[in-house]
């Protein structure tokens, strides 16, 4: 067998598995090698190829795995960035489950306090008192009648309950005379009738009152509902007209503020309806039947529309004395009994007249007594001239003249009573034909006690047949406490004193009475009081006006004052139409109608300063007079007597007639 064949068979042995394949042994030295096992070297001093491919297979092998650690890493990192980034985001746009304190939403403190929210408004505390204290809880529970406080119920509910915290006692006057409570009481007086309730009506806290539900609703136009859980709460309804309303797509969540992260304040279902009160884009802002106002998502809102709410109920209606003729009133200013003496000859020069108005009742003093110049010839006289006499019944000018008296007066319900039985039992005495109030140191705190007294007059007035009229500045924001709105309801006629613009007290110089003041004055006034009970008041007297500038002094004393801004120091003095007409002819002062004011004006310089005057005339009042009549009013009243020029009746008598 030669070479080739013996390789040949061992090969097919090998293959068979018969010959074992021999393996050196790493550890023998091979001949001429004198190097440590596994180091064996190539001559020339390089290593042999079949020692080297292990150390490269494991090198890579360590090259993948820093790879693979790397990449590993990366993709952590990547996810821990994406997860804090998320987190981010969740926390910045993510809904919040959080829940609203709805004890603090509300502002519910005593275990008996009660969330009112009337007409789609929740009503909160007021740190408002002249103190600087929080108002009282607007709702309370006792023996479990739920109850509203006072001041919520006359601002939110119905304006003409009335409470006495001096005496204690709650009224609501009726066409017909007052309802009245006592405090603990389930009995009440309705005007004459004794009547009774099955829960006690009116519970106070010192002079904190609240009145039952249920008797309010009794007066009122209104509907409520209570609810107990998760918190008692009193949902009253006491407007009615157009609202907007919308039904809930799906479930969602009333949030106390537009936005995914304000507190829930309750869960609403699909098919829900609320009330849309706002509309903030994303969000609008609504109220759910069961007393909780907030914010829904836009998009869970469907079906929004306009709807009209009413209720059956009958409200008292204040019959009024309405004259057939158009009202030609003059204030007669009567200072003292003597005066009555002069009415002929102070009514013989007029023309078209109507009603003369005295000054003769005044309060005498804070007991609700009564100073009084009625005079019943006077009255004779007055009807002799086919004239109506509606004597004037004043809070100045008599015993008291200050804002603090006359309220010390009217906080009293016995205190009116007393003022208004005299003043009536002098009315019937003499022969009157009405009363027309004139009541102006009226302070904002005082409003609630002088519209009961409006309210408590016209009712007797009525009852004995008086004609009830109520005199007025012209509607501006600081004197809203009077109330015209009311006055409109239960008086017979409203006067505006369209004058006085500028008085004494102005810090410059200006009209008493411009057209514009006059317009203004009507326009807001028809807005409480309708045309046909509207009577406009215009001056027969005008100022004369002296500036002398004010010193430096004078100036750095006013510093921060309101008085500051004006350079000059003013005086005045009031004249009737002829005498102002020849003071500036005296004085040979130019006449320039002034068509701002509509009136005459003139200025001329002394050595004493500046005189100006914006005159009361024939053309002023002429001017007065097409707006009157343009706007359909009731009638004119003029103050006042005798100080009108000649010309004056048969100009009126052409716009008043």
């Known amino acids: 067998m030669d070479e080739r064949e013996r390789r040949g068979a061992a090969s097919e042995r090998r293959a068979r598995g018969r010959v074992p394949v021999r393996r050196p042994d790493r550890n023998i030295p091979r001949p001429g090698n004198d190097r440590k096992p596994g180091n064996a070297q190539r001559p020339g001093g390089s290593q042999s190829p079949g020692r080297q491919q292990p150390r490269q ?85 006792y023996d479990g009648q739920y109850y509203i406080e006072y001041s919520a119920v006359r601002e939110y509910i119905n304006k003409r309950f009335y409470w006495d915290s001096n005496e204690n006692v709650l009224l609501y006057t009726l066409p017909g005379g007052n309802v009245s409570v006592g405090v603990g009481s389930k009995e009440y007086t309705d005007i004459t009738e004794t009547k009774s ?42 407007e009615w007209g157009e609202i907007q309303t919308a039904q809930l797509k799906r479930d969602t969540e009333v949030r106390y503020q537009g936005g995914v992260k304000s507190p829930i304040l309750t869960e609403v279902k699909k098919s829900d309806q609320v009330t849309v009160l706002e509309d903030e884009e994303d969000w609008k802002k609504v109220a759910t039947e069961d007393g909780f ?30 004259k057939d003729y158009t009202i030609n009133m003059a204030w007669h200013n009567v200072s003292n009994t003597d005066a009555n003496n002069y009415v002929l000859q102070t009514i013989a020069g007029t023309k078209g007249l109507t009603t003369i108005a005295p000054t003769w ?50 906080s009293y ?32 705190e005082c409003g609630e006690h002088y519209i009961q007294f409006v309210r408590e007059l016209s009712v007797k007035c009525r009852q004995n047949g008086l004609v009830f009229s109520v005199d007025n500045y012209v509607p501006q ?46 326009s807001d006034a028809l807005q409480s009081v309708p045309a046909d009970k509207l009577v406009a008041g215009v001056p027969f007297f005008t100022r004369l006006w002296l500036e002398t500038p004010k010193t430096e002094e004078q100036l750095a004393s ?37 068509d ?62």
Do not use: C
Request: proline share 2%; charged share 25%; glycine share 6%.
């Open 57 to 141: 297979k494991k090198s890579s092998r360590a090259r993948r795995r820093r790879r693979n650690t790397i990449i590993r890493w990366l993709i952590l990192i990547i996810l821990i960035i994406v997860a804090i980034g998320g987190f981010v985001i969740w926390r910045r746009y993510g809904s919040s489950n959080e829940e609203a304190d709805l004890k603090q939403y509300y502002e519910l403190e005593a275990d008996n306090d009660l969330a009112v929210v009337i007409n789609d408004e929740v009503i909160r505390k007021d740190a408002d008192t002249a103190d600087g204290q929080t108002s009282p809880a607007p709702g309370r529970i």
């Open 197 to 238: 309730e099955d829960y006690v009506i009116l519970k106070t806290e010192g002079k904190t009152a609240y009145i039952a539900l249920p008797f309010i609703q009794a007066y009122t136009n209104m509907e409520y509902a209570v609810y107990d859980d998760p918190v008692s709460r009193a949902v009253i309804t006491s």
């Open 293 to 322: 106002v907030g914010y829904v998502k836009t998009s869970a809102l469907r079906d929004i529309q306009t709807e009209t709410t009413a209720r059956e109920f009958e409200e008292p209606v204040y019959t009024n004395i309405s």
């Open 361 to 410: 009742f005044s309060l005498a003093d804070t007991e609700g007594n009564i100073y009084s110049l009625a005079d019943s010839d006077y009255v004779n006289y007055a009807h002799q001239s086919n004239l109506e006499v509606w004597a004037v019944l004043r809070d100045f000018h008599g015993g008291i003249n200050s804002y603090e008296e006359t309220y010390e007066v009217l």
């Open 413 to 444: 319900t016995s205190k009116r009573t007393k003022v208004i039985n005299q003043v009536i039992a002098d009315a019937l005495e003499t022969g009157v034909d009405g009363i027309n109030l004139d009541f102006e140191l009226i302070s904002t």
């Open 477 to 522: 924001p600081y004197n809203e406490h009077y109330d015209i709105e009311e006055q409109g309801a239960v008086a017979d006629y409203v006067v505006i004193m369209a004058y006085d613009e500028h008085t004494d007290g102005s810090y410059e110089a200006g009209p008493v009475a411009s057209i514009g003041y006059l317009e203004n004055g009507i």
């Open 558 to 594: 006013e510093a921060g004052t309101e008085a500051a801004s004006y350079p000059d120091n003013i005086s005045s003095w009031a004249y009737g139409m002829d005498d102002a007409a020849e003071v500036v002819s005296s004085m040979g002062a130019q006449v320039e109608w002034d």
């Open 596 to 657: 701002t004011s509509k009136q005459n004006y003139a200025e001329w310089e002394t050595e004493e300063g500046t005189y100006k005057i914006w005159l009361e005339d024939l053309q002023s009042l002429e001017e007065k007079l097409k707006v009157i009549k343009a706007n359909n009013l009731a009638g004119v009243a003029e103050w006042s007597l005798g100080q009108e020029s000649s010309g004056v009746w048969d100009l009126i008598l052409q716009y008043v007639n």
